[in-house]
């Protein structure tokens, strides 16, 4: 009983012994499990998301004005430098062709705008990019078209891409609305109210801050 329980045990530590070996052969799918990740490699991050970019809303200013004469009439008044003297600034150089520019000038020239003719279509749209001017001018555009309604045109006014709706904003859209009045004026009734001979503003104002249109 004692040899035969020898015996067992002998054989029981052999195959152990053969069994260990095979696990560590190679090939022998009985190696220790690898590792499903390698620590020793650095791992990839992603790349941080910048964040979100806030929208620009830019401010439009925009009017709506009927005057009682032809689309010529009032293309023309808009387009000659007669015609601006007329109901806008006396002190206007205007070169009218397409891409030619021109200079608004207020309070003995000491605020002036300058803009680039940009877009001419005869009787019915004007085009013009602010070059230079007070603050929040500058890049902006400004556009007339004209419509005929029976034997009156109706003129839709809209000066576009301010960066804020400021007080000189705000001046900008009143003084603009009183200019459309003084052109509607100057065709009805062969005079309008340009500067100087308005009395929009008393007495002028100092600095750049200044608008022009005043």
Request: aromatic content about 8%.
């Amino acid at each position: 009983m004692k040899t035969m329980t020898w015996r067992l045990s002998h054989l029981l530590r052999r195959c152990c012994r053969v069994g260990l070996i095979l696990a560590l052969l190679p090939g022998s799918g009985c190696t220790k499990a690898e590792s499903t990740s390698d620590d020793s490699k650095p791992r990839e991050r992603a790349d941080p998301q910048p964040p979100p970019k806030e929208e620009t809303h830019m401010q439009d200013i925009c009017h709506l004005v009927k005057i009682r004469v032809a689309p010529g009439q009032v293309y023309e008044a808009i387009t000659t430098q007669d015609g601006v003297r007329g109901w806008w600034t006396r002190d206007t150089v205007l070169d009218s062709k397409l891409g030619g520019t021109a200079e608004f000038g207020f309070f003995n020239h000491r605020s002036v705008t300058k803009v680039r003719v940009d877009e001419l279509t005869e009787p019915s749209h004007v085009g013009w990019k602010v070059l230079a001017g007070p603050p929040g001018w500058e890049g902006t555009t400004i556009s007339f078209d004209l419509r005929a309604d029976g034997n009156d045109t109706v003129l839709s006014f809209a000066q576009r891409g301010f960066k804020q709706a400021d007080e000189p904003y705000a001046i900008t859209t009143t003084t603009w609305g009183r200019y459309l009045g003084s052109l509607t004026q100057y065709l009805e009734t062969g005079r309008g109210t340009p500067h100087p001979d308005n009395d929009f503003v008393r007495q002028a104002p100092t600095g750049r801050g200044a608008p022009p249109s005043r």
